[in-house]
């Protein structure tokens, strides 16, 4: 079964685009109904020791930080410990302090655990939300006193030259020491320190942007696929890519962030968002926490295309869910002239079949110099619309009625290169590295893969639950491909279901925003784990149903044209 | 108030001495009511991972690890915990023993921690239970698979050799590094690595009797006085010796024994019995543990003479105790011939009134070295029956109507001594070191303060309640003073009530059963932080009370002989 996996992993390698850095503050504070953030400053003022209250030190401050706890901590209040590593420096604070000062509380499930005392209230209690990809990290520096994002960022993940996508990593992750050395995980140590010193440097980037002091940082959370957080842990993925797919977890308990060599305050504690197998990870959930799919009455879906193509369905009674493995972006070469929606990739392609002019529109303004994902769905949307690309998603040059103007821009357009047939999107001279940016039918036919099996997730997960397209309320669309792509363009593909463009609704990078709501509030956190036990998944790589759908929606838009009404008007 | 404290010190120096090595195994199996050990074994056999059932390996182990639960753990299996430092070996086990073998999980409150995972039943599942003396550390290797004590054994503590007593350990833990270097708490580390090499060389010779491997001991638990658990933790004790004599910390919550150095499980994890006040340690609770006097309806008391002079009074709705700091036993030369109850202590003596012949016998049998504590009990008692001693505890040579028989029995034994009035108890010739073994009239007073105190307290505690001694079901008395000291004596010199000698019960070591206790049953160890929740304690360091009752104590055997009607009738 190792095979579907790998044929996942070349269906999707138009579709991971990451979001732009621009725009980050959109959102201001983060406006969220919260109740506590898992790292909490509760003030505390206790009785002074004397002869008639010889309670010990400790006693004295877990006993007054239990009578300051706001109304919503105060049920784990019973349990409030004390690790042994802060107990000495606790002790000396509270004593300096005159029995009263801040004392630095960290949720963790059913108890409180004390994990700092001072004298002074600080400005700040920051915290690191991280949205941990394959191919790169975003981080959120929050403030945990005011709910604020100081400063977000984004860093190259260095495991990107050990392999460029999950697959390359589950293989270099087994990798042994060289020269007859055969110690286990070796290749996993490699990945793990290398995705260590990103975050790291990461986190130095955002504290010099603030002059937060990284010693100063008192947790991390992560949201990630399930393959990434296993190589974040050291732990070995080695099962996520065989059959029957099992990850070694799914949702890790908090821990130390220096035990895996994170350099933040000694007692920061990492926390994961749980994943619900290897390939519907914590970056989903962090989904559903994010749009609310959870919480909501009426039948919404999401959809994530980043490394892996992942959707969940449901409301505030059930969720289903399923996953196809994929591969990482255009990058690697996959398509021709695909690239990372960074500048210079063509984002947005039309086609004016009035006059026959192509026009054209790059990310930053600057010269092309290649296609990301929203500029090849806008490309071949058009080039469909205009009879260029035929229903099977093959280059047609000429058909019986084609105009002159037609045959004329066709002629242009569509060339031989390398005793390869191309559409000419730039011409070299306009192109940023002075070679053309042109789509083959190696592309289309990748292109062609990658919308057919998004639809075929799609109706395969609708089929398994009775529901209609039609029934679905919102359709949100996570990260960069929610961001950039133009719904109109998808469904004339036939990559997502013909409904109102108003259903579709981009949500942004919604696992670093689980990420961000976990640290902010206990409760999200909770809430995450919840939804993780609630989840039905569907496991697409041996399910049939999926892989006859997958061959109906090798059309376009579809076998089945009366699936697309609103598609068979245009042309 | 220091003060008091130092007089206190002075005031039991007879009577801290500790339990004979022999009769260690009298007890054979602990046949105690428990629930579960704090580290238990489960057997776990879970569902094979397939297709149609892919949960991740570690939430799958703890999912089979709930439903194997017996009955009592149970109702914590909601909240199962693995320490990231265990995943990936846990992970790895698991697996490869096909799903199926035995968790070793520990009792955390409110938590279970998986810690370990192994395929085949382990023979055992070695813990240390350990009482953590100021001059001794006594020891028990458990099997928490059968509740066996392996082992036993005792050590020096290897602190003695930085002060022989609690107040110059205090003092010592204050001591800054010489030579201007001013590095804070360097005394402290001093005392912490000693008592930690200490436990370690214990275990080690536990180990080696026993052939069980220091890595795989599970669990210590540790019942100490609050200083002695503030040195072990490396806490400052600073405070504990101070008005108002508050201790850092009463109950520390448990933690990994690789903290302070212990060479055990890599997750072995250290339980500390709570204590109550700076003077009232988890010795005592564990006496209380022991004794069951939490549990009685009728009500009990516990007296334990060690370091400290404790005692405690109640049944199983109340609790009232109190504390008198004390030195360490005779080994400092308090008194003048006074010794540990080792080989060659005089352990016993007896006056013949009717042919005026001494009698006396050693521990061990052999030449006698000096006096241990119930030797020197029995001596004075003695002394006082055959009027050589006075109400006062004055020595007196002669009185009006002696006998021609007891004037040359005094004229023999009443000697003069490096200018200070001595009785003489052994003779040079038979003695071990060829001294002969006396006592003198310093010897006698700082008795006479024991005694006095030992009753003050007794008063006191009773008075703070309105109960009266013949109200007490039963005097536990612990320790070596307990197993050693004759009841009967006692009552003579007015040091214990006037009762029935049925009344008084020799409890042994109970601080180590306390140890013991815990481990065997976290009922117990719960039990333990309820009792020292319970508890009323009351500071005698400030107690007018107790000094009024002290005074009048200083008479044998009391000022009001009335209180010891059964002592009169002896004369």
Same mark, same amino acid.
């Given at each position: 079964?190792?095979?579907?996996?790998?044929?996942?992993?070349?269906?999707?390698?138009?579709?991971?685009?990451?979001?732009?850095?621009?725009?980050?503050?959109?959102?201001?504070?983060?406006?969220?109904?919260?109740?506590?953030?898992?790292?909490?400053?509760?003030?505390?003022?206790?009785?002074?020791?004397?002869?008639?209250?010889?309670?010990?030190?400790?006693?004295?401050?877990?006993?007054?930080?239990?009578?300051?706890?706001?109304?919503?901590?105060?049920?784990?209040?019973?349990?409030?410990?004390?690790?042994?590593?802060?107990?000495?420096?606790?002790?000396?604070?509270?004593?300096?302090?005159?029995?009263?000062?801040?004392?630095?509380?960290?949720?963790?499930? !059913?108890?409180?655990?004390?994990?700092?005392?001072?004298?002074?209230?600080?400005?700040?209690?920051?915290?690191?939300?991280?949205?941990?990809?394959?191919?790169?990290?975003?981080?959120?520096?929050?403030?945990?006193?005011?709910?604020?994002?100081?400063?977000?960022?984004?860093?190259?993940?260095?495991?990107?030259?050990?392999?460029?996508?999950?697959?390359?990593?589950?293989?270099?992750?087994?990798?042994?020491?060289?020269?007859?050395?055969?110690?286990?995980?070796?290749?996993?140590?490699?990945?793990?320190?290398?995705?260590?010193?990103?975050?790291?440097?990461?986190?130095?980037?955002?504290?010099?942007?603030?002059?937060?002091? #990284?010693?100063?940082?008192?947790?991390?959370?992560?949201?990630?696929?399930?393959?990434?957080?296993?190589?974040?842990?050291?732990?070995?993925?080695?099962?996520?890519?065989?059959?029957?797919?099992?990850?070694?977890?799914?949702?890790?308990?908090?821990?130390?962030?220096?035990?895996?060599?994170?350099?933040?305050?000694?007692?920061?504690?990492?926390?994961?968002?749980?994943?619900?197998?290897?390939?519907?990870?914590?970056?989903?959930?962090?989904?559903?926490?994010?749009?609310?799919?959870?919480?909501?009455?009426?039948?919404?879906?999401?959809?994530?295309?980043?490394?892996?193509?992942?959707?969940?369905?449901?409301?505030?009674?059930?969720?289903?869910?399923?996953?196809?493995?994929?591969?990482?972006?255009?990058?690697?070469?996959?398509?021709?002239?695909?690239?990372?929606?960074?500048?210079?990739?063509?984002?947005?392609?039309?086609?004016?079949?009035?006059?026959?002019?192509?026009?054209?529109?790059?990310?930053?303004?600057?010269?092309?110099?290649?296609?990301?994902?929203?500029?090849?769905?806008?490309?071949?949307?058009?080039?469909?619309?205009?009879?260029?690309? !035929?229903?099977?998603?093959?280059?047609?040059?000429?058909? #019986?009625?084609?105009?002159?103007?037609?045959?004329?821009?066709?002629?242009?357009?569509?060339?031989?290169?390398?005793?390869?047939?191309?559409?000419?999107?730039?011409?070299?001279?306009?192109?940023?590295?002075?070679?053309?940016?042109?789509?083959?039918?190696?592309?289309? !036919?990748?292109?062609?893969?990658?919308?057919?099996?998004?639809?075929?997730?799609?109706?395969?997960?609708?089929?398994?639950?009775?529901?209609?397209?039609?029934?679905?309320?919102?359709?949100?669309?996570?990260?960069?491909?929610?961001?950039?792509?133009? #719904?109109?363009?998808?469904?004339?593909?036939?990559?997502?279901?013909?409904? #109102?463009?108003?259903?579709?609704?981009?949500?942004?990078?919604?696992?670093?925003?689980?990420?961000?709501?976990?640290?902010?509030?206990?409760?999200?956190?909770?809430?995450?784990?919840?939804?993780?036990?609630?989840?039905?998944?569907?496991?697409?790589?041996?399910?049939?149903?999926?892989?006859?759908?997958?061959?109906?929606?090798?059309?376009?838009?579809?076998?089945?044209?009366?699936?697309?009404?609103?598609?068979?008007?245009?042309?």
């Amino acid at each position: 079964m190792l095979l579907v996996g790998v044929l996942l992993h070349y269906l999707f390698p138009l579709l991971s685009l990451p979001e732009k850095r621009a725009g980050f503050f959109d959102d201001g504070g983060l406006s969220l109904l919260k109740s506590f953030p898992l790292v909490s400053l509760v003030p505390v003022k206790a009785i002074q020791p004397s002869l008639h209250d010889n309670t010990a030190d400790l006693d004295r401050l877990k006993s007054a930080l239990t009578e300051s706890l706001p109304e919503q901590l105060r049920r784990c209040s019973c349990s409030i410990r004390i690790p042994f590593a802060c107990m000495a420096k606790i002790a000396a604070s509270f004593r300096a302090a005159g029995f009263a000062g801040y004392a630095v509380v960290q949720y963790e499930y !059913d108890r409180l655990v004390l994990v700092d005392f001072v004298a002074e209230q600080p400005e700040l209690l920051p915290a690191l939300a991280l949205d941990l990809g394959s191919t790169h990290l975003e981080a959120t520096l929050l403030d945990l006193l005011t709910d604020k994002a100081l400063a977000r960022n984004a860093a190259l993940n260095r495991q990107v030259s050990h392999g460029a996508d999950i697959l390359s990593r589950m293989h270099f992750a087994e990798r042994k020491k060289g020269g007859g050395n055969e110690r286990e995980g070796e290749g996993l140590a490699v990945l793990q320190d290398a995705v260590i010193a990103s975050i790291n440097e990461l986190l130095d980037e955002l504290c010099r942007e603030t002059g937060v002091r #990284p010693e100063d940082v008192q947790a991390v959370s992560v949201s990630g696929n399930t393959t990434m957080v296993h190589l974040l842990l050291g732990l070995s993925p080695r099962h996520i890519c065989r059959e029957p797919y099992i990850p070694l977890v799914n949702a890790p308990d908090p821990f130390l962030a220096r035990e895996i060599g994170l350099k933040l305050h000694k007692q920061a504690r990492v926390w994961v968002l749980p994943g619900r197998g290897s390939y519907f990870g914590g970056d989903l959930i962090s989904g559903i926490l994010a749009t609310g799919l959870d919480q909501t009455e009426k039948i919404c879906m999401l959809i994530d295309v980043g490394t892996n193509a992942e959707v969940v369905m449901g409301n505030n009674e059930w969720l289903i869910a399923c996953a196809g493995a994929a591969g990482p972006a255009l990058e690697g070469g996959v398509a021709r002239m695909g690239m990372r929606a960074a500048a210079g990739a063509v984002e947005h392609v039309a086609i004016d079949r009035e006059n026959w002019q192509l026009s054209w529109r790059s990310i930053g303004g600057g010269p092309p110099l290649g296609l990301c994902g929203s500029g090849l769905i806008d490309l071949v949307a058009e080039l469909y619309l205009a009879r260029i690309v !035929d229903l099977r998603g093959k280059f047609q040059a000429a058909f #019986p009625g084609q105009s002159a103007e037609h045959k004329r821009f066709v002629e242009e357009r569509l060339l031989e290169l390398d005793g390869e047939q191309v559409f000419q999107v730039v011409v070299a001279g306009e192109a940023g590295n002075k070679e053309p940016v042109v789509l083959s039918q190696l592309d289309l !036919d990748a292109m062609m893969r990658s919308k057919a099996a998004m639809y075929a997730i799609l109706v395969t997960l609708i089929g398994q639950v009775g529901v209609e397209f039609s029934d679905l309320h919102r359709i949100s669309v996570a990260g960069a491909f929610g961001k950039h792509i133009n #719904p109109r363009q998808a469904i004339t593909l036939g990559m997502l279901p013909d409904l #109102p463009l108003s259903t579709f609704e981009p949500v942004g990078n919604s696992s670093l925003r689980g990420a961000e709501m976990i640290l902010l509030d206990h409760a999200a956190f909770e809430r995450s784990q919840e939804i993780a036990r609630k989840i039905t998944y569907i496991e697409l790589n041996v399910n049939q149903e999926f892989m006859i759908r997958f061959s109906g929606s090798r059309f376009i838009p579809h076998t089945d044209p009366g699936l697309f009404p609103s598609v068979s008007s245009f042309r």
